[in-house]
């Protein structure tokens, strides 16, 4: 299916998270499936998903608090392990009992550490590019953007949001020419709103830490089906560390999209709908 070629009915919705106003998209019926973003995107990200996966799932497409339209408290925990407590928030908060989940990057983490605190909640992982221990791409990311050089810029950021997500998005891409219209000036929306990359920064300075603590708890959602999804060409989360990480499931697929970069569900829509629908098919017929 060619992105935006069905027209679907989906809702905006707010709740609260931490006390912070968090919104969500809602569309579809079915089993429970929530589309899990990255570090700086949003629902939005999903765009091109919901109208197939709404056709089998009930989609839950949320802006974490901190990122898109949702709420940023200037005192909001960014740690992966609170990141992770406010997934499951918004699962008691939407009154989602048991899920499946397709989450992206920074999304990908925070959906494992969350698997792994409630291993009962979760049907499926289904990972795109997860950040996970075993890449090594954003130390230098981290390294860069936590120099006394630059983070003091980092806030006035925002006022040049479209040159640096220009220059971020085509590092995201195996392939720039497949950036759709309108892609860069929907992330710039939510990228705009003041306390963004405060956000970006404050997650990046727990981020050792952090895969720390998912690597040594990795091993309480080994029997949990898993699909892995990377892009050969990904400059984001090294795809070199998708073995690694599927070697700590017991069930688990691996697709290496050849040619895409770190987000496949924007620069090859229709090849990963038509994955990501076949795996939960599979999964609901088990």
């Not at 997650?203 to 892009?231: C, N, T």
């Amino acid at each position: 299916m060619s992105p935006g070629t069905q027209s679907i009915i989906t809702t905006e919705h707010w709740l609260t998270i931490s006390g912070a106003r968090t919104r969500y998209l809602h569309a579809g019926s079915g089993p429970p499936l929530i589309l899990l973003h990255g570090l700086l995107g949003y629902s939005f990200s999903w765009r091109y998903v919901i109208p197939t996966l709404c056709t089998q799932a009930e989609i839950y497409a949320p802006d974490m608090p901190g990122v898109g339209l949702s709420d940023r408290p200037a005192n909001l925990d960014c740690s992966l392990h609170a990141c992770a407590m406010r997934l499951l928030e918004f699962m008691d908060q939407a009154g989602i009992r048991a899920c499946d989940i397709v989450a992206s990057s920074h999304g990908g983490a925070v959906g494992m550490l969350a698997a792994t605190m409630a291993p009962n909640r979760f049907r499926s992982l289904v990972l795109v590019s997860p950040v996970n221990p075993w890449s090594t791409y954003r130390k230098h990311w981290i390294a860069f953007l936590k120099s006394p050089l630059v983070t003091p810029m980092l806030p006035g950021m925002a006022l040049h949001v479209q040159l640096f997500h220009a220059f971020y998005l085509r590092r995201l891409f195996g392939d720039p020419r497949r950036i759709r219209p309108g892609t860069l000036e929907g992330y710039s929306v939510a990228l705009r709103r003041p306390g963004s990359f405060e956000y970006g920064l404050r997650v990046l300075r727990a981020w050792r830490q952090d895969m720390r603590e998912l690597e040594s708890l990795l091993p309480k959602i080994a029997d949990i089906p898993a699909l892995l999804i990377w892009g050969d060409r990904d400059a984001a989360v090294d795809p070199r560390s998708a073995q690694p990480l599927r070697k700590q499931f017991r069930d688990c697929r691996l697709l290496m999209f050849q040619g895409v970069g770190h987000l496949p569900y924007e620069e090859v829509p229709e090849e990963f709908n038509r994955v990501v629908s076949e795996f939960l098919r599979h999964r609901g017929e088990t």
